[in-house]
């Protein structure tokens, strides 16, 4: 593998990660190196560690590039937490300055393991209180008015490719991600408990499914998306394979040109003091010259209730 510093990379400095043991190591290795492949540079921005001893590392855990497992048709879609040190977007970039990868998935595309959508789950959750979160730095939240920095996080990894996720705000309000991947498509849920002693109104939610690393699918343009909520959709060139993502209570489809991006943005239900309140969401491949058909299959499939 050569060391190449052509390439753009976000520059991470303190959001590098060391890691604390050689499982750890192996698994994001493995992570970023098979799957993302990433090149050394890309690896020492998101572990902290210099390219020569990342050389030196894979030669001693035997993890070689060309031994990236491949997914039987059968098994479940590839999801994996993503790892960071290359920016998710290819515009707009001002809009997400150093993108926390706690809230970020990859999801590879079933027709090409080398491609992937980058999905921000939640991206922001905005609430009568304000800008509640945000997954990267643009405009100030609740807590960057407070100069208040909230810790660093890391998704769960469970069997079959699960992963989960919670936070814990200053304020008392949590919240947390589900994802489960299915041989067919990716089921999401959000969830948010009010731990303030006031009712909670107004909970917007963005979740951003970004393309960049989706070849075919990744051009700064919205001549290739079909937004019809709750559906957000982005078609190949050919029109022949489709990435799809809907999420229930709905209240605005939309698709960011510069990124590109897909969005499919839900409203939690107003939430009182001590309860929870949830949202589904799915994202699913289609490959076929009939999307208007297989839009009606999955909303009739998925269930996903509109906003009342």
């Not at 050569?2 to 400095?13: A, F, I, K, R, V």
């Not at 994802?179 to 067919?184: A, R």
Request: charged share 25%; aromatic share 8%; proline share 8%.
């Amino acid at each position: 593998m050569q060391h190449d510093t052509s390439l753009e990379t976000l520059n991470y400095g303190d959001e590098a990660r060391p890691l604390a043991n050689d499982a750890e190591l192996r698994y994001w290795l493995e992570n970023m190196l098979w799957y993302h492949r990433y090149t050394l540079d890309e690896i020492a921005t998101v572990i902290g560690m210099p390219p020569s001893r990342i050389q030196d590392t894979l030669v001693r855990l035997n993890i070689h590039a060309d031994r990236r497992p491949h997914r039987h048709p059968t098994a479940p879609l590839t999801v994996l937490p993503y790892p960071g040190g290359r920016h998710p977007r290819i515009g707009f970039l001002d809009g997400a300055v150093n993108p926390q990868r706690e809230t970020k998935i990859s999801v590879f595309t079933p027709w090409d393991e080398k491609s992937y959508v980058v999905v921000d789950v939640p991206e922001a959750i905005f609430s009568n209180l304000g800008l509640t979160y945000l997954a990267h730095t643009h405009v100030p939240t609740l807590w960057t008015r407070q100069n208040i920095e909230l810790p660093r996080l890391e998704w769960s990894r469970h069997r079959g490719g699960v992963l989960d996720i919670k936070r814990i705000l200053p304020n008392g309000i949590s919240f947390g991600a589900r994802v489960e991947p299915t041989q067919s498509e990716v089921r999401m849920e959000l969830w948010l408990k009010n731990g303030t002693k006031e009712r909670l109104t107004d909970l917007r939610v963005q979740n951003c499914v970004m393309l960049r690393g989706a070849e075919g699918f990744n051009a700064q343009s919205n001549d290739n998306k079909i937004l019809q909520s709750p559906f957000a959709l982005c078609g190949s060139e050919d029109g022949l394979r489709w990435i799809v993502t809907a999420w229930e209570r709905c209240g605005r489809a939309w698709a960011n040109p510069p990124c590109p991006c897909l969005h499919s943005d839900p409203i939690f239900p107003e939430c009182a003091p001590g309860k929870t309140v949830r949202l589904q969401g799915r994202l699913a491949f289609y490959e076929g010259s009939d999307i208007q058909s297989e839009l009606k299959r999955l909303a009739s499939t998925w269930s996903l209730l509109p906003l009342s």
